[in-house]
Every structure is written in structure tokens, then in C-alpha cells.
């Protein structure tokens, strides 16, 4: 079993820029895929990005790719997300989420998941 706890949010302008943590307790950290999804008020979780347990392969929602970028380090634990360019839409509580074996984009496959963190952008 895995606890992450997300930290980074708060309040930005568009264009600027935000790097969420996912701290995760226990030694296996390196055994989960991670994955970050948002959800904005009325609307559904949705994919933002993942990584697998090496951290050699990421992926991204379109909607973020060649913005936002995923990495992990798995001697401390840890999982980013650097969110760059930040527009209004990116407005949401994240989240990261553990799953077994490779990342996916469907958040009904994670076992594990942090309390959220608020990410606001003003225009």
C-alpha cells in the first residue's frame, strides 16, 4: 500500500507557471505507475499525464502536452508535475494516483490516490 500527499498548488496568472509534488510513503515506490488527473468544479476527473515505474516513458492529455511535464524520483519518493504556460482552463483540484504495472489514461485503473491540490489561474 502507497499514501501520496500532493503539495505545489495555488494561484497563478496565465502564462505562468506552477511544479505540483506527490510525496509517496513506503519502499515501493518504484514499484507504481503515476499518474496526475483534475477535476474542475462540474466537471469529470480527467487524464493530465503519467509515467511509468522507471520513469522512462511519460504521457500526456492533449490538452497539456508540450506544456505540462511528468517525472518522478524514485529515491525520494516523489512525482512532479511541471505545469508551464498556464491558462484559466487548467483551473482544477489535481490529483496523483498509483496504480500496478503500466500507466494508463482511465482513472478507474488507480488504486491509490493523494487528497488533491487546488491549481488556480486568473486570466
Known amino acids: 500500500q502507497v499514501q501520496l500527499v500532493e503539495s505545489g498548488g495555488g494561484l497563478v496568472q496565465a502564462g505562468g507557471s506552477l511544479r505540483l509534488s506527490c510525496a509517496a510513503s513506503?519502499?515501493?515506490?518504484?514499484?507504481?505507475?503515476m499518474g496526475w488527473f483534475r477535476q474542475a468544479p462540474g466537471k469529470e476527473r480527467e487524464f493530465v499525464a503519467a509515467i511509468t515505474r522507471s520513469g522512462d516513458n511519460a504521457y500526456y492529455a492533449d490538452s497539456v502536452k508540450d506544456r505540462f511535464t511528468v517525472s518522478r524520483d524514485n529515491v525520494e519518493n516523489t512525482v512532479y508535475l511541471q505545469m508551464n504556460s498556464l491558462k484559466p482552463e487548467d483551473t482544477a483540484v489535481y490529483y496523483c494516483?498509483?496504480?500496478?504495472?503500466?500507466?494508463?489514461?482511465?482513472?478507474?485503473?488507480?488504486?491509490?490516490w493523494g487528497q488533491g491540490t487546488q491549481v488556480t489561474v486568473s486570466s
Open positions: 513506503g519502499r515501493t515506490f518504484g514499484t507504481y505507475a
Open positions: 494516483s498509483a496504480k500496478y504495472l503500466l500507466p494508463t489514461q482511465d482513472s478507474a485503473d488507480y488504486h491509490y
